[in-house]
């Protein structure tokens, strides 16, 4: 059984940070790329990061290019996400998700390419 477990969201002012992480388990982390997601109140939910299986690519939304570090480690079967210089309109829930990928450089940004999520972990960021 595949289970994706987000931690450490929470409250945060604007232009601080904050580190989200998700623990994989249930499948062979190295053959899925993962990604980060989020779902704002009202919205449909987005792309935000990705990270390659090797982890040597990245691709990140346009709205946190340069603020937002994407990483992983594959012994731990964990992916993190850095989030720096927040603001208030990334208050969300942020998802974490796997996606099967036969290339190891792929880095797919679409969510009908992930079967898998977490159940999200909230982050609000206060003006």
């Known amino acids: 059984q595949v289970q994706l477990a987000e931690s450490g969201g929470g409250l945060v002012q604007a232009g601080g940070s904050l580190r989200l992480s998700c623990a994989a388990s249930?499948?062979?982390?190295?053959?899925?790329?993962m990604g980060w997601f989020r779902q704002a109140p009202g919205k449909e939910r987005e792309f935000v990061a990705v990270i390659s299986r090797s982890g040597n690519s990245t691709d990140y939304a346009d709205s946190v290019k340069g603020r937002f570090t994407i990483s992983r480690d594959n012994a731990k079967n964990t992916v993190s996400l850095q989030m720096n210089s927040l603001k208030p309109e990334a208050t969300a829930v942020y998802y974490c998700?796997?996606?099967?990928?036969?290339?190891?450089?792929?880095?797919?940004?679409?969510?009908?390419?992930?079967?898998?999520w977490g159940q999200g972990t909230q982050v609000t960021v206060s003006s």
């Open positions: 249930g499948l062979t982390f190295s053959r899925y790329a």
């Open positions: 998700a796997a996606s099967l990928r036969v290339l190891l450089q792929s880095t797919p940004v679409h969510i009908y390419e992930y079967g898998y």
